[in-house]
């Protein structure tokens, strides 16, 4: 089966612009994360999608990022307006759970992630 | 508190040696656990997971790890290390949360570094 997509996998862009990441989770799915991963530390949850509903967004800076999954499959990271602090590497994944039980229930797989630069 | 420590930021082996990447965890819950690598540029690729049951688990690549409640601990080993496992390892700890798993917990990862 396809892994999770992500787009674009870098991005150089200024303080004060926004950017806007996509993530394509593997097929049927239910849950899909979005992670921040800055430099030398492990991955932090920025927010949590069960289908098309947050589960999970209480570490999303709101003044800033937005995310949504419109239709329960593809997701958006917005940010906005970008500061030096959120250069990291995003990486979305997804899980699914006791709906399709089987191998791989309980397990999240990550994307390739996409690198994110402000100068 | 949630958390995910791992005390060793950087580890060194030669080919064909042992190696064991230690990992501590505080969780509330029942813990799920997580052992993931990440090579230079790429996402991140689990190795196993404990939920319950056999306390050693065993992964893909050679790999296990054993789950010790009364250490809270979840220890990552290998036998004989090959020069392409090097690369940033990292455990996490999370919980279901409904029908699916909810956030995981990362430690802030170990480098291995193999020396051929």
Redesign the interface.
């Known amino acids: 089966e396809a892994g999770v997509a992500q787009s674009p996998r870098y991005k150089i862009i200024e303080k004060r612009q926004s950017v806007a990441f996509w993530c394509n989770p593997i097929s049927g799915h239910a849950t899909l994360y979005w992670y921040q991963q800055i430099l030398g530390q492990g991955p932090k949850l920025l927010i949590q999608f069960q289908n098309n509903g947050v589960v999970d967004d209480s570490q999303l800076p709101k003044d800033r990022f937005s995310a949504e999954r419109l239709k329960g499959v593809d997701s958006t990271l917005k940010i906005q307006p970008a500061k030096l602090e959120d250069s990291a590497v995003y990486l979305c994944a997804s899980s699914h759970g006791r709906q399709n039980p089987g191998p791989g229930i309980y397990e999240q797989y990550f994307g390739p992630g996409t690198r994110l630069t402000v100068t | 508190a949630q958390s995910?420590t791992q005390p060793d930021i950087h580890i060194t082996v030669s080919e064909g040696a042992s190696l064991e990447l230690r990992c501590n965890y505080s969780y509330g819950a029942t813990p799920?656990l997580?052992w993931?690598v990440q090579s230079p540029?790429?996402?991140?690729?689990?190795l196993l997971?404990y939920?319950s049951g056999d306390t050693l688990v065993q992964g893909i690549k050679g790999f296990e790890a054993e789950f010790k409640r009364s250490q809270s601990s979840f220890n990552l080993r290998k036998p004989s290390v090959h020069w392409s496992d090097a690369a940033e390892y990292?455990c996490?700890v999370g919980a279901?949360?409904?029908?699916?798993?909810?956030?995981?917990y990362?430690?802030?990862?170990t480098q291995l570094t193999v020396w051929p």
């Open positions: 995910v799920y997580f993931y540029g790429q996402g991140l690729q689990l997971k939920f990292f996490a279901r949360r409904g029908s699916t798993l909810g956030r995981l990362f430690g802030r990862g």
